[in-house]
């Protein structure tokens, strides 16, 4: 059990800002009972740091020396701002659901457009409705982790989606945090509940837009994936390079699903990215994949817990991380195979490109498996770009920058290639490239 | 009449690897439109000459100098060389998972073409260069679809390397073992493609151990090489003495 009685500046600032947030924060009654509980849940663990296991290379006491001030609803200035910036992240054809400084932004969704079978409501309106006890569940989860508990504590707003039973989407879902505050920090909890024999694709991009500064993003998702169900997933993280974002998954999944899921982190200047995936129902198939491309001082932590609680389920997770000059990548990836979950089948393979001297990654896989007739495996490496390939590429005269482009491109290739949805696989490709392009 | 200067001179060339001399003085000289052939024992110097000439990191030149159309070749990255019209046929093609040959192909002769100030090649032109080279080189399309080298035989990565000098139409092209690990029917092609590319505005060097490949490529001038240095220069026969004696007569020599 990892307690911390001692408490560092930062976590006292945390208390001082739930304390001054009460009147900005949605819902009464239950709702304000859960925040507490779950505020104090989060002081009894404090601050993650390089002594709890689970954020041992992402020392938040370090990283995150302060806490900035829940940023204010956005005026018609900062919603214009939000508006220019969305622009190149919009996903073609997608149904758009934008939160703007943590608060959902009806102008700039497209709630009217949305297929049908296909429900949103903000987050803020539902723990707002005094009508049911049961909105303060949207707050809680089975998982513990300080950063969770306090996105709990202090969500202004979030989506909470709904896709019925039986629907079959043709466009793609977006959701997009825009932050165009300075100094300010958004708690976004949305929640996802994708119905039985459902064939839907989801994004998510965070941006920033011009004006935001040393910006704090906390996120959580909930999700829920009925049986039967196909899902493609995309997370696109492309926050400020001065920004911090703490990005929680929560998905329970369903039996005879497939899902896909990939996260692409690039930027923000510090970033965690954990998942936390329990297969509930048997003959589910999850791929979850991600890159992380990193430069300058980027600290990039992806983590992902694999839970196969029921048997006859597969795994499969294929991570690429490229660092440049003083850039920090981090994979921990956990599969945990419970005693009852015979069968499964499960692999994980993490690789990491760094191109300096100075850039470090972490690669932590770890097996926790308490059945007895299972494959499971896993496999991380860690190297330098090729030096025989960088001379035939450049013999064949490409440029040191145009031979390392090609080579990193077809690294991170592995991963992406997992993506089975072209567009969205088309989609991670450009942005991958943009990378690129900006090395050069 | 003003004497033409020569492509490729090599002069004096000193080259240490790890603080050993492998090349001594060094001295060649290649003209536009000649073959000429490296012979020599192992542990000559011939790859490292041909290394040197592209511009492989880890070569430490200590003296002479390399001039190419007059300009001093040493000074100049890899790729500025390539772009020059240095082509290096590699004893051992490497394999780029993750990079398809089409698209190498493509983004190598673009940026040759765009260090030279040449526009870039349009798509549909360049498929069809593409398309004319490879059926003359009996390579399936479907192999550039491939991971450039990945999973092709020993002949098919040689074959490739004469498909990228046809492409890039540089104006020296040195193949370093060309023969190595071919058998006797995947050496007839690659050689054959390797004539359909002698021209009278290209010169080769072609380096290797034993004479056969000269029967399929019939050289110029031949060069044996020992210890670091050229020992003995001759024409085409020098390469049938050599067969028929070995080269234990200039590892004495030298």
Known sequence: MNLVLAKTETGRALGDIFTASQ??????????????????????????????????????????????????????????????????????????????????APALSDVAGLEAGV????????????????????????????????????????????????????????????????????????????????????VESFIAAEGARSHQANDAVIVWIGDGTELSHVRLMADAVDAINITSQVFTVGAK??????????????????????????????????????RGKQHGDMTLVVDHAVPNCTSREVFRAVADDRAHSVFQGRIKVWPKAQKTDAKMMTRALLLSDEAEADNKPELEIFADDVACGHGATTGALDDSLMFYLRARGLSEKEAQALLIQAFVGEAIEQIANDGLRDLVTANAQRWLEMRQ | MEQQMPLLEVKDLQVRVDDREILHGLSLTVNEGEVHAIMGPNGSGKSTLSHVIAGKPGYEVTGGEILFKGENLLQMNPDERAAKGVFLAFQYPVEIPGVATMMFLRTALNAQRKARGESEYSTPA?????????????????????GVNVGFSGGEKKRNEVLQMALFEPSLCILDEMDSGLDIDALRIAADGVNALRAPNRAMIVITHYQRLLNYIIPDVVHVMSRGRVVKSGDKDLALELEASGYAQFEDAA
Do not use: C
């Open chain 1, 23 to 104: 009147g900005r924060l949605p819902g009464m009654g239950r709702v304000a009972d859960v925040r507490r509980q779950a505020f104090e849940a989060y002081e009894h663990a404090g601050l993650p740091h390089r002594r709890i296991e689970d954020w041992k290379y992402t020392d938040l006491r370090v990283l995150m020396r302060e806490v900035q001030p829940l940023a204010l609803a956005p005026n018609a200035a900062a919603i214009e701002r939000a508006r220019a910036a969305l622009k190149p992240h919009a996903v073609e054809g997608a149904s758009k659901l934008v939160l703007v400084d943590g608060v959902f």
């Open chain 1, 119 to 202: 429900n949103v409501r903000s987050l803020r309106e539902i723990l707002d409705d005094n009508g049911s006890d049961a909105r303060a569940d949207l707050l809680l989860t089975k998982q513990t982790d300080a950063m969770i508990s306090l996105n709990a504590a202090l969500a202004t707003d979030g989506v909470v989606l709904g896709i019925a039973d039986g629907a079959m989407l043709s466009r793609p879902v977006q959701i997009i945090h825009v932050a165009t505050a300075a100094s300010a920090s958004a708690f976004t909890r949305s929640h996802v509940k994708v119905g039985h024999n459902v064939r839907a694709t989801l």
């Open chain 1, 257 to 294: 699903a497939k899902l896909n899921l990939f996260n692409m982190t690039s930027g923000a200047a510090v970033s965690r990215f954990q998942g936390f995936i329990t297969l509930a129902g048997e003959g589910t198939e999850l791929s979850i994949n991600g890159v992380n491309l990193l």
């Open chain 2, 126 to 146: 360049f498929l069809k260069k593409v398309r004319e080279v490879s059926n003359s080189l009996n390579i399936p399309q479907d192999m550039l679809k491939r």
